[in-house]
Nanobody, 119 residues
Framework: QVQLVESGGGLGQPGGSLRLSCAAS????????MGWYRQAPGKQSELVAA???????NYADSVKGRFTISRDNPKNTVYLQMNSLKPEDTAVYYC?????????????WGQGTQVTVSS
């Protein structure tokens, strides 16, 4: 089992910044990609950003140039630096990690952290 614990959410101002962290613990050997999803009220969950074990990244178009995902492998932690925040970034953000167990990719999720962007 892998446990993911997020921190760093809260209230941000439009144009401001917030940084999310997600620490992985448990059976973390051979974790593959880690990332962040978000779900706004009344909307479907969407991938915000992901980073592979080798450091390759991909971003949703809506956050490109504003958000940066990074990963500290020795600390088993992934970060999401969110700059130039917009009200539409308001959502619950979930940390995600996947691991190949045999021939099956198993997905793990954090409990979610609320991000609210408002003046």
């Amino acid at each position: 089992q892998v446990q993911l614990v997020e921190s760093g959410g809260g209230l941000g101002q439009p144009g401001g910044s917030l940084r999310l962290s997600c620490a992985a613990s448990g059976s973390i050997f051979s974790l593959n990609a880690m990332g962040w999803y978000r779900q706004a009220p009344g909307k479907q969950s969407e991938l915000v950003a992901a980073i592979s074990s080798g450091g390759s990244t991909n971003y949703a178009d809506s956050v490109k140039g504003r958000f940066t995902i990074s990963r500290d492998n020795p600390k088993n932690t992934v970060y999401l630096q969110m700059n130039s925040l917009k009200p539409e970034d308001t959502a619950v953000y979930y940390c995600n990690a996947d691991k190949l167990i045999g021939a099956v990719v198993v997905m793990y999720w954090g409990q979610g952290t609320q991000v609210t962007v408002s003046s």
